[in-house]
């Protein structure tokens, strides 16, 4: 009896910072990849000694090795998606900005989201200040965007948004930085649901809501959504599909979050809540 030859699982790059209590960062990615069937691969930019507390110290790795760990994956291994998140200055997105180019120079369908990181869920900066505007440079590489709402307003300079009109105003303006496409993320918002906005092309936003979950636990959720996407990107037909599964996927993750009961701050989700 012939079997059908098995498929390799897509291979997802993430290019972001370390958080040693392994809620956020490199560890939430890889934890996102392996739950939404992606082998991971970390480039690692920045190291955070963190708990769910806060952060108590970032250190920056240098420039040369960031760019020795980029060409050692890319020149060996096919990467199907890439995530980026938190870049921590402006000298590091401006390397990662060049090795994203020639990734899409050899592939323009290659998916890249960004995750705009600028702040943890702790409270604690994770952003120098000169990074932001190369931040805002990065975005045109980006097939899409994953900003909450404080750091969209950050990227605009506007005051955070307070309803969906004016979520889906900044994701139009977000849109003009040059990102392909763009999901505004409303968890920091209030209601009885968590709310955000896809904005794709020309086309009218689409709302995408999920019931909002009460636990103070919700360490890496950003991370682990924009993870998810590009975990998922390769293995389904469009932007939409992927991301309306990752933020269901992440709701279950938020939902279960409370049974690891981890440190004595907001905890991670629960990652593997469909596997353990």
């Given at each position: 009896m012939l079997t059908a030859a098995r498929q390799p699982p897509p291979v997802a790059l993430t290019i972001a910072g370390s958080d040693s209590s392994g809620g956020a960062g490199i560890q939430a990615d890889l934890k996102s990849f392996a739950a939404l069937g992606a082998y991971?691969?970390?480039?690692?930019?920045?190291?955070?000694?963190?708990?769910?507390?806060?952060?108590?110290?970032?250190?920056?790795?240098p420039v040369e090795f960031v760019n020795q760990q980029l060409?050692?994956?890319?020149?060996?291994?096919?990467?199907?998606?890439?995530?980026?998140?938190?870049?921590?200055?402006?000298?590091?997105?401006?390397?990662?900005?060049?090795?994203?180019?020639q990734l899409r120079a050899a592939n323009p369908e290659l998916p890249i989201v960004i995750d705009p990181v600028m702040v943890a869920t702790s409270g604690s900066r994770l952003l120098a200040d000169d990074a932001v505007d190369a931040l805002r440079r990065i975005l045109?590489?980006?097939?899409?965007?994953?900003?909450?709402?404080?750091?969209?307003?950050?990227?605009?300079?506007?005051?955070?948004?307070?309803?969906?009109?004016?979520?889906?105003?900044?994701?139009?303006?977000?849109r003009q930085l040059g990102a392909d496409r763009v999901l505004l993320k409303g968890g920091?918002?209030?209601?009885?649901?968590?709310?955000?906005?896809?904005?794709?092309?020309?086309?009218?936003?689409?709302?995408?809501?999920?019931?909002?979950?009460?636990?103070?636990?919700?360490?890496?959720?950003?991370?682990?959504?924009?993870?998810a996407i590009a975990a998922l990107r390769p293995q389904r037909d469009s932007w939409s599909e992927a991301v309306g599964e990752a933020k269901n996927w992440l709701t279950g993750a938020i939902a279960r979050a409370d049974e690891l009961e981890l440190g004595s701050g907001p905890g991670p989700v629960h990652h593997f809540y469909r596997n353990w």
């Open positions: 991971g691969m970390s480039v690692i930019v920045a190291l955070t000694a963190q708990s769910t507390r806060g952060v108590s110290g970032i250190w920056p790795v060409d050692a994956v890319i020149a060996d291994i096919r990467i199907d998606a890439i995530k980026v998140g938190m870049l921590a200055s402006a000298e590091l997105a401006d390397a990662v900005a060049v090795h994203l180019d045109p590489r980006a097939s899409l965007i994953t900003p909450n709402l404080p750091e969209a307003a950050a990227l605009l300079g506007n005051p955070v948004a307070n309803d969906l009109d004016a979520m889906a105003k900044q994701a139009r303006q977000l920091h918002g209030g209601g009885e649901q968590s709310l955000d906005v896809l904005v794709e092309f020309d086309d009218e936003p689409v709302v995408l809501a999920a019931p909002r979950i009460a636990t103070v636990n919700t360490h890496g959720t950003g991370c682990s959504l924009s993870s």
